[in-house]
């Protein structure tokens, strides 16, 4: 089977419409609230030759290649809309939702303008995004696009790294950083605390919250997350798949009466899902002896402080954070219970006022 080359698509917004507008405002004077963030497009595209006579168009990428979870951009500024559903779709015309994500256009916006749609009636690109969270980009036509426009881009996406980090709506959610949580889809909640009922589903740690706007949050997932699931899962947001007992090699959304190994838990997309650990749900011939998920804070942090102590039944460490930025720059002597911190590798020390947790496994 020969190489699958990248899809970059030659694009150009020639028609659209205002859809959604944000209305979620989070106590800070948002003088931004009630403009737009999710607009309704025409975007003629333009076929991309290449040499893999295999794809749907042998030699060509088309308007029928692109798909929900890519993305527009135009310019440079590293300004670009992800496409979240397609209305209609052939060789030389897309019909799609975008959206804003994040608002990251709006707030990065120089002139101050509110405007979160891509430049209309400009020379862009339809392209994907990795599992490592960065754009696939090039060659991108220095005469068609801005010479800037990858590194721009590059710099949003590193910044704002979607393979790192979960984004979701709910209202009245009540959590802070540094919250570890588990999904509950078969609740109005959706996202709770981890307790010691559920411990042994924690699934990821509350990294960000009120951002875009209020009760929004971002996790950390404690698995993998997988922007590019193929083939797409079928069940519905929140939806576990396991291994399929009855088929080799496959997967279920119907939970096995035994033997239920947890895989995916699929996200908003059907290409989106977290690539699950054991310990996000306890397959029914496990021994009781589940490890636990806990949160440990730091007390009396000193100025200069390198070493940490962690209680005794700590067996693994899953994260640190120093005034809720995460951290990886340390190792953890199992017997000893001593994590030994690297402020020269950080490029940052840790300082008596700061706020120093860790995520740990029992």
Known sequence: ??????????????????????????????????????WTVKIEVQPQAHSNHTTAEPMYFNGNDVKVGNWFASGAGGRANVITQIISQDSYVVTCIIEDYERYNLFTDPAQSGNGLC???????????????????????????????????MARYISRNMTEHVLVYQPS???LRGDVIYADFNSAAGYKKVDQVNFNRAIGIVVEVNVPGLYYFSYRP?????????????GEHGDVFYLDPTTPGGIT???????????????????????????AETPTNLPTTDSETYKYDVGNVVTGQTTFTLPLDAKEVLYMAINGIENENFTFNVTTKVLK???VETGYGVDVDDEVFFIYKS
């Open 1 to 38: 089977m020969p190489v699958t080359p990248n899809l970059q698509l030659k694009a150009m917004i020639t028609e659209y419409t205002e859809k959604d507008f944000w209305s979620f405002d989070d106590n800070t004077s948002d003088i931004f609230i009630g403009t737009p963030y999710r």
């Open 119 to 153: 430049d209309p009636f400009s020379n862009g690109i339809i392209f994907s995004i990795a599992d490592s969270g960065l754009p696939v980009l090039g060659p991108i036509d220095e005469f068609y696009m801005p010479t800037q426009a990858v590194d721009d881009l």
């Open 173 to 175: 959610h009540g959590f």
């Open 222 to 234: 404690l698995g993998r997350l997988i922007n590019n699931v193929f083939p797409p899962l079928w």
């Open 253 to 279: 959304p119907d939970k096995p009466t035994s033997n239920a190994v947890p895989v995916y838990l699929q996200l908003d997309l059907p290409t989106r899902a977290i690539l699950l650990e054991r310990g």
């Open 341 to 343: 911190f690297d402020p």
